[in-house]
């Protein structure tokens, strides 16, 4: 069992907040999840703590409108960011969502790395390169996870797959990319073994 997996099992919610004065302090290392509403990234933090609802999966689309903080222990964090591109979101909530998140991601000292939850079947919009344009000049590591890929062919899913690694190796030299699925577990372990190292530096 992995230092990521035998945290994760004992995850618990830790806060809620919607505004930068209100982040707790930075006592400990901080994993951040991103993706588009709806992308799949509370299920990918639910399949990954073995917890089938300790991040809330909502149907309807920008739904999550705080950075949620799970407890991994005395020394750790997962933290569930707000979706983005949601276009029903009023533009000054959208707004607002954008400025946290920016900010978070670029100064936070204890964020020690980034998952970024895309589709596999509509991979790196221009939104989400946005998200690793704001997170690129922190040197820290970015995990893609290419979720929901248990809707595409094994081929296809290996051609995506390709496509997004040629892109990062060009443009995004500290972020790797791997193919995920929520639903049938594929990936999972490669998942945790990556958190785990990042866990360990």
């Known amino acids: ?32 999840f991103a993706g588009r509403s709806n992308v799949g990234k509370s299920s990918a933090i639910n399949a990954l703590t073995r917890r089938r609802s300790l991040a809330y999966v909502a149907k309807t689309p920008g739904r999550t409108r705080q950075i949620n903080f799970f407890r991994l222990d005395d020394n750790g964090y997962l933290v569930d960011l707000p979706g983005y591109g949601y276009a029903k979101v009023p533009e000054a909530i959208s707004r607002r969502w954008e400025l946290l998140l920016s900010k978070y991601l670029q100064t936070r000292i204890s ?4 998952v970024l939850v895309l589709d596999a079947r509509h991979p790196l919009t221009p939104l989400d390169q946005q ?71």
């Open 1 to 32: 069992m992995s230092k990521f997996t035998s945290l994760s099992q004992q995850a618990s919610f830790f806060v809620s907040v919607t505004d930068w004065r209100d982040l707790p302090p930075e006592d400990g290392a901080e994993i951040a």
């Open 111 to 114: 964020l020690i790395g980034l």
């Open 131 to 201: 998200m690793l344009d704001w997170f690129a000049p922190t040197g820290k590591p970015v995990l893609i996870l290419l979720s929901k890929a248990d809707k595409l062919t094994r081929q296809q899913a290996n051609r995506t797959l390709r496509k997004v690694n040629d892109l990062l190796a060009q443009f995004y030299p500290c972020s790797t990319a791997q193919l995920f699925s929520s639903a049938t577990h594929t990936g999972l372990v490669k998942a945790e073994e990556v958190l785990a190292q990042w866990l360990k530096r």
